[in-house]
Nanobody, 114 residues
Framework: QVQVMESGGGLVQPGGSLRLSCTVS????????MGWYRQGPGKERELVAF???????SYADSVKGRFTISRDNAKTTVYLQMNILKPEDTAVYYC????????WGQGTQVTVSS
């Protein structure tokens, strides 16, 4: 069994920053991919950032240059540093841990508003 837990969401003003964390526990493998997804009000869930087993990263065009995904050496925690936040970044942010199958966290709310 695998548990995925996000943290770090909250309310921030436009132009501000937040750092999300996602920690996995249980029967996990160090050979994994992890990603951050988000679902805004009335929108479908979309990929925000992704890191593969070799450490290569990819980003949605809408967040390139503002968001950075990284992980710890144990490959059990992944971070999403979000800078220059915009109101359109408002969403529930979900972490996905992928090995043979995908495991999702419960999500953390990020609200960007003045």
């Amino acid at each position: 069994q695998v548990q995925v837990m996000e943290s770090g969401g909250g309310l921030v003003q436009p132009g501000g920053s937040l750092r999300l964390s996602c920690t996995v526990s249980g029967r996990i493998s160090s050979i994994n991919s992890m990603g951050w997804y988000r679902q805004g009000p009335g929108k479908e869930r979309e990929l925000v950032a992704f890191i593969n087993p070799r450490g290569s990263t990819s980003y949605a065009d809408s967040v390139k240059g503002r968001f950075t995904i990284s992980r710890d050496n144990a490959k059990t925690t992944v971070y999403l540093q979000m800078n220059i936040l915009k109101p359109e970044d408002t969403a529930v942010y979900y972490c996905k841990y992928s090995v043979i199958r995908d495991y999702w966290g419960q999500g953390t709310q990020v609200t960007v508003s003045s």
